[in-house]
């Protein structure tokens, strides 16, 4: 039975009502009937082919959640009825050496869920199960699709990279910042949040900050110089990289999560003189999104979403691209 | 009693015989008879005033190996007659929660043996009994010098972020890439060298490197993309770093222990998408530096040395000018 989608046939354009015939199903994929679908950052680069890897038509969504339908005669794991979520990756070799050191997220050989292939925004998809995760039953679907992408391309770095003891900063509170603060505070971490947006100081205390810096504010930046452990980046854009070096303590951690275009110029002899680290994650394995899944349902992590029904997708998008969203989009079957 | 030392009275001056006053030996300090002193490059970017931190009339050496002869009155774990080495660093507050995290080196208050202070390119010198080492009886004074900063500076790096089972490359074969090859190889690491002095490769593979590459071979350096683990780059000038990321497997690490004054740019995506690391490494904790005198003295591995009598210390300075050395001058009372 042919799938029901919102396409985009070109590169930047509207999204589209579409229809497509599904592949027959793999011995490990399953289908899924869709209930909730968020909506990313990554989804509007990849509608424009910011980076170059579109493939068209493409239908977008890549946090999804639904109802498994449908199994592959080997999958055992999952049974027809359960609800199940499935973020940004779709596969991987499950054999490599990268893969068998539990780093299947940079397999060479991984699949992404909406290269290639066509993603949540749907009313179904088939997907290779061993990428799809039971969703903890205190956790409604709505609040918790944006974990399957935004949600552990947070807390793989806080918990691979942090400890309960340290002082890290959160730099941009949106789809992914609004979750790392909650993530980090509930790991017992002191966290101070960095946005340029004054009205969002409130929201980010509530969301678990002890401090708000502006970060427009040079001098509040530099006031703040040897006071953090870590600082976490999902902001997109280029900020003054050596002022929030400045920040870090010696063996500090810059790691970054969001897709900042523009090279960073980088003194050698600072990372030598504090030893720092500057790093980059790319989401995170399946064990870490299980236990991120538990995280959030043990600590009541939940994404602040705003959710619309999928044929205003477009309405969400066009949103989303004005930043006008607290916290994120998550459209409804 | 003077001290009788050699001194640069400017920056980029030759050296000149000169005599001290020492200060009164204060209670954590020993006096020692120096034997052997190494030259590093940091002792021309000091003479030249390249980091701006240097004070005149400037004594250089910080590879310092000789006898106590006299102890302040809170010294109990040397003895009068004990040979002892001394790296760059002098003394650290051991008392911030850098240093008690086990970083001394990193301590904001550290200072150096010859920043403020006389360093080895003398007969004697007064400094913090606490940043002195004993030597293994195994190791002889003139190939341990270079252990004590060269040495615990690649060797910090490699037992702290390294692991036997990695493939590592490191960068630049002189002072501090003669000794890395040979403590990672007797790490177990399996090791590439790269060198731009094509007359290097055999004796890099003397030094345990199971490959050479010449870093001037752009498509040698292309082939060996995505084979190694870390690389640690001990040479001052900028390469194409970009092509050394791309010799990195998912997860590994580029370390720099040489000082690059060049910045890097630095592409934030390939950071993610590999979950790279970049860090520099400053010489070594004290731990460190006793681990690697024992490892040294286990495994055999000494600096490839020319003596010279500390009498020449400029017709030594001015060939390590035009890296005119296999592998480091040691000056010998």
Chains 1, 2 share one sequence.
């Not at 910011?50 to 493409?58: A, E, I, R, V």
């Not at 449908?70 to 499950?94: F, I």
């Not at 199960?129 to 903890?136: D, K, L, V």
Request: hydrophobic share 40%; with cysteine.
């Amino acid at each position: 039975m042919p799938i029901q989608a919102y396409v985009a046939h070109q590169a930047g354009a509207t999204l589209e009502r579409w229809e497509y015939e599904p592949k027959a199903l793999s011995p490990y994929d399953i289908e899924i009937d869709i209930s909730h679908c968020g909506i990313c950052h990554s989804d509007l680069h990849m509608i424009d082919n910011d980076w170059g890897t579109s493939q068209y038509p493409l239908v977008p969504g890549h946090e999804i959640i639904g109802t498994v339908v449908a199994l592959g005669e080997q999958v055992t794991h999952l049974q027809v009825g359960q609800r199940v979520g499935v973020g940004w990756q779709r596969s991987a070799c499950l054999n490599c050496d990268v893969c068998a050191s539990g780093y299947e997220q940079l397999c060479p050989n991984s699949s992404a869920v909406i290269v290639g292939h066509y993603g949540g925004f749907a009313e179904r998809i088939r997907t290779d199960s061993r990428f799809a995760f039971a969703i903890p039953d205190a956790l409604s679907s709505e609040n918790a699709a944006p974990l399957l992408c935004a949600g552990v391309t947070v807390y793989s770095p806080l918990s691979r990279l942090g400890h309960s003891a340290q002082r890290v900063g959160v730099v941009g509170i949106g789809g992914l910042g609004h979750l790392a603060v909650q993530f980090a505070a509930k790991m017992g971490m002191e966290v101070t949040a960095f946005s340029s947006t004054p009205a969002k100081a409130d929201e980010a205390r509530q969301l678990g900050a002890s401090n708000v810096i502006n970060s427009r504010d040079d001098a509040a930046l530099k006031a703040a110089r040897y006071s953090l452990d870590m600082l976490l980046v999902t902001v997109h854009v280029s900020l003054n990289w050596r002022r929030y070096l400045q920040m870090l303590r010696p063996n500090g951690i810059l790691c970054f999560v969001g897709a900042v275009s523009e090279p960073m110029q980088l003194s050698i002899g600072a990372l030598i003189d504090k030893q720092y680290n500057i790093t980059g994650s790319s989401i995170g394995n399946r064990a870490t999104m299980r236990q991120m899944l538990d995280f959030a349902a043990r600590h009541g992590v939940t994404a602040w979403t705003e959710t619309l029904p999928m044929d205003d997708v477009n309405t969400a998008l066009a949103r989303l691209r004005r930043n006008d969203v607290r916290y994120r989009f998550v459209l409804e079957a």
